[in-house]
Each structure stands twice: as structure tokens, then as C-alpha cells.
């Protein structure tokens, strides 16, 4: 189910492919063909909340906003 509340995004122009983001949730996020973190899901379910907050602290580059 969609959330309207939750928007995940990654800013392409400060990722730096590390995958984190991919590792810790390969729903959301996968690495894309230009080696850089893509969002699968850029509207998810609520519950999904906790694991973003998760991935915005752990990115290195701070790209990942939702
Ligand atoms: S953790 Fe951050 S820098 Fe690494 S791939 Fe994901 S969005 Fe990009």
C-alpha cells in the first residue's frame, strides 16, 4: 500500500554509489546501470518509516531524503 506521507528520493547529484541504502533495504533501494542508488519504491508503506530513517543516517553523502 502507498503512503502519500512518505516520499523517498535520492539526490543523484551526491551519491556516490556506496550501496548502503541497497544493503540495508533491497525493496526500496537498488544501484542503478549508472552505479549510482536508485529508489524502486519512492512512495512505500508506512511501516517502512523506521528503515528510511535509517538509510538518510547511515548514507554517507546525506542523499537519501523521504
Ligand atoms: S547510501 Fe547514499 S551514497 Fe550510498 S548508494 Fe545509497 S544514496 Fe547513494
Known amino acids: 500500500m502507498s503512503n502519500p506521507e512518505l516520499h523517498v528520493k535520492i539526490d543523484k547529484l551526491i551519491c556516490q554509489g556506496t550501496g548502503y541504502c541497497v544493503r540495508l ?28 530513517e535509517e538509510a538518510a543516517v547511515l548514507c554517507p553523502t546525506r542523499a537519501i531524503t523521504y
Open 25 to 52: 533495504e533491497p525493496e526500496i533501494f537498488v544501484i542503478g546501470a549508472d552505479d549510482l542508488g536508485e529508489v524502486l519504491v519512492d512512495k512505500p508503506d508506512a511501516k517502512y518509516a523506521d528503515v528510511l
